[in-house]
């Protein structure tokens, strides 16, 4: 029995796209045949594992595409960088602020 996680009856995988070689997977457990790949409901998982962690990337409609960003991301992870949450200040705020300043003293 092969470790692959292929079916022999199932098309080839694909192993390059767009001039980036895709990462397959070795072992059984990965069943889209990608690593970092999961199927998810209707879509594909992009997960990467950091320092025995799972950390989501995202998610795309085939697995060849997840695989591809799984590619990308271990190119160059900023590709995939979440921006950072920053406090914006409220509309009442903001609006208290100009009144106060607005009012003669």
Do not use: C, W
């Given at each position: 029995?092969?470790?692959?996680?292929?079916?022999?009856g199932?098309?080839?995988?694909?192993?390059?796209?767009?001039?980036?070689?895709?990462?397959?997977a070795?072992?059984k457990?990965?069943?889209?045949?990608?690593?970092?790949?999961?199927?998810?409901?209707?879509?594909?998982?992009?997960?990467?594992?950091?320092?025995?962690?799972?950390?989501?990337?995202?998610?795309?409609?085939?697995?060849?595409?997840?695989?591809l960003?799984?590619?990308?991301?271990?190119?160059?992870?900023?590709?995939?960088?979440?921006?950072k949450?920053?406090?914006?200040?409220?509309?009442?705020?903001?609006f208290?602020?100009?009144r106060?300043?607005?009012?003669?003293?």
């Open positions: 029995m092969s470790d692959s996680p292929h079916s022999p199932s098309p080839p995988l694909q192993t390059e796209l767009d001039g980036v070689s895709l990462h397959l070795r072992k457990k990965h069943a889209t045949g990608y690593k970092g790949v999961k199927k998810m409901h209707d879509r594909f998982k992009v997960e990467v594992t950091i320092h025995g962690k799972n950390k989501y990337i995202t998610s795309r409609d085939t697995a060849v595409e997840a695989a960003a799984y590619a990308q991301y271990l190119k160059n992870p900023e590709l995939f960088a979440r921006p949450k920053t406090s914006t200040p409220k509309i009442t705020d903001s208290e602020a100009q106060s300043s607005a009012t003669p003293k």
